[in-house]
C-alpha cells in the first residue's frame, strides 16, 4: 500500500494554488475552462486506498469550491472520479500490471495509455460539474460542448506538464 508522504502535500498545495491564483481565470471562448487540479488526484500512485482516494478528492474539491463559491459542485465531482479512478485503472492496467508504488504518468506507461487513462475521468468530472451548474439537461448540447472543451483544454494542460515536470523513465 502506498504512502503519501511531505511531496504529495507540496503537491496538493502547488496544485490547489495553481488552479485558485492562474486557471481560474484561464476561459478560452467563454467555453473551455481548465480544472488543472483533478491532476493531482488522478496522479497519484496506484495502490492508494480507495477510501483515502476519495477523502483527498473531497478535500481538493471542497477547497475549490470555497474559491469558486459552488456550494459542492467540485466535491461532488472529485469524489466521484476518485470513486471511478481504481475500477478504470484495474480496465486499462498494461500488460505487465502495475509496479509497487507506481504512478500513472506518461513517462511510466506511455503517451496513449495515459490519455486513455485521463481523458475519460476528465470528461466524466467536467461533465458532471456543468450539468450540477446547468441545473439538469436543459442546455444540452451547449454544457456538453462545454465539457468536452474544458476537457481538451485540461487535458492539453497536463500532459504539457507531464513533458515538462514528469519523471524520466526508469531503464
Request: charged share 10%; proline share 4%; glycine share 6%.
Amino acid at each position: 500500500m502506498s504512502r503519501l508522504g511531505i511531496g504529495h502535500i507540496f503537491s496538493f498545495f502547488l496544485y490547489m494554488g495553481l488552479q485558485v491564483l492562474i486557471m481560474k481565470n484561464v476561459v478560452l471562448f467563454h467555453t473551455a475552462f481548465c480544472f488543472i487540479y483533478v491532476a493531482y488526484l488522478l496522479l497519484l500512485p496506484v495502490d492508494v486506498n480507495p477510501l483515502l482516494l476519495m477523502a483527498l478528492g473531497f478535500i481538493m474539491g471542497f477547497t475549490i469550491d470555497i474559491f469558486y463559491d459552488s456550494l459542492g459542485m467540485h466535491a461532488f465531482a472529485t469524489v466521484f472520479i476518485m470513486y471511478l479512478r481504481n475500477y478504470w485503472l484495474k480496465l486499462i492496467t498494461p500488460q505487465g500490471g502495475y509496479d509497487s508504488n507506481a504512478v500513472p504518468v506518461m513517462s511510466m506507461n506511455g503517451a496513449q495509455w495515459f490519455l486513455i487513462y485521463v481523458a475519460p475521468l476528465l470528461f466524466l468530472h467536467h461533465a458532471l460539474l456543468f450539468f450540477i451548474e446547468a441545473g439538469g439537461f436543459r442546455l444540452f448540447w451547449f454544457t456538453l460542448w462545454k465539457a468536452l472543451a474544458s476537457t481538451l483544454l485540461t487535458t492539453l494542460l497536463i500532459v504539457i506538464f507531464q513533458f515538462m515536470f514528469a519523471p524520466k523513465k526508469r531503464l
